[in-house]
């Protein structure tokens, strides 16, 4: 059975320790000549917006977004090293993202709200860019809203892969805002409380699966599995205290 599982990347991969609010800072910095007032509030929010709220707060006019994007990757590159020293990839990612890679009739991308250049930063980090099909992911300078991606993501998978228009998409994320990207876009969603939001959050939110994180591969596996042989979301609150 096809199935196209769309993973998020901050707090649900890897645990990047600060560094991308790091990354908010020197962009902001970069444009803005001096620093903002405040950290940048991400929570599952596409780097347009996050950025977007960054200049609003202070005061000052947004830049055009192409200087935005490049400032953003500018400082991203500059933060590989400290990422790898500080950050982390989570329990059971290699494994997890190993097993949906080599499964047939996969595809397994990302959807985030990093722009492309710092998603592969912060994957390539920990060796996760090459167990994803990245070409076809969708990316925070590809829409404002976390849900728009998802249409993004389904059309290049279709391009690069063929794949039918009613292939069912998983989500696999940490935020109440991954949650509603795949129940606005009629996708499944796997939950996981590895970021700051409870499994309890998570599933009053609407998830139907919230796992505590990404460490059991069989169970992973199974849920997958299940959702592909369905083609819908599940009825069931697996894993979900």
Do not use: Q
């Amino acid at each position: 059975m096809e199935l196209i599982v769309l993973w998020d990347i901050d707090h649900t991969l890897i645990e990047n320790a600060g560094v991308s609010k790091e990354i908010y800072a020197a962009a902001f910095s970069a444009l803005a000549g001096r620093r903002p007032t405040g950290p940048a509030r991400t929570e599952g929010r596409t780097d347009r917006l996050i950025m977007r709220d960054m200049f609003l707060r202070d005061g000052l006019p947004e830049p055009d977004w192409p200087a935005v994007e490049a400032a953003l990757a500018h400082a991203g590159e500059d933060r590989l090293d400290d990422l790898r020293i500080r950050g982390t990839a989570l329990p059971g990612v290699h494994e997890a993202l190993k097993a949906a890679s080599a499964h047939d009739g996969w595809v397994s991308s990302v959807l985030t709200g990093n722009i492309a250049a710092n998603a592969r930063v912060k994957l390539s980090a920990f060796g996760l860019d090459p167990l994803l099909d990245l070409a076809a992911g969708a990316y925070g300078a590809d829409a404002e809203l976390r849900p728009d991606l998802v249409a993004v993501a389904r059309e290049r998978t279709r391009r690069l892969h063929d794949v039918a228009a009613n292939v069912p998409v998983v989500l696999v994320g940490d935020t109440p805002r991954d949650v509603e990207a795949a129940l606005t876009t009629d996708s499944a969603i796997i939950a996981v409380a590895s970021g700051i939001h409870s499994a309890e959050e998570l599933a009053a939110a609407g998830a139907s699966v919230v796992l505590p994180d990404l460490s059991d591969t069989a169970e992973l596996l199974g849920i997958l599995e299940s959702l592909a042989a369905r083609g819908k979301r599940p009825r069931t609150s697996l894993g979900c205290p």
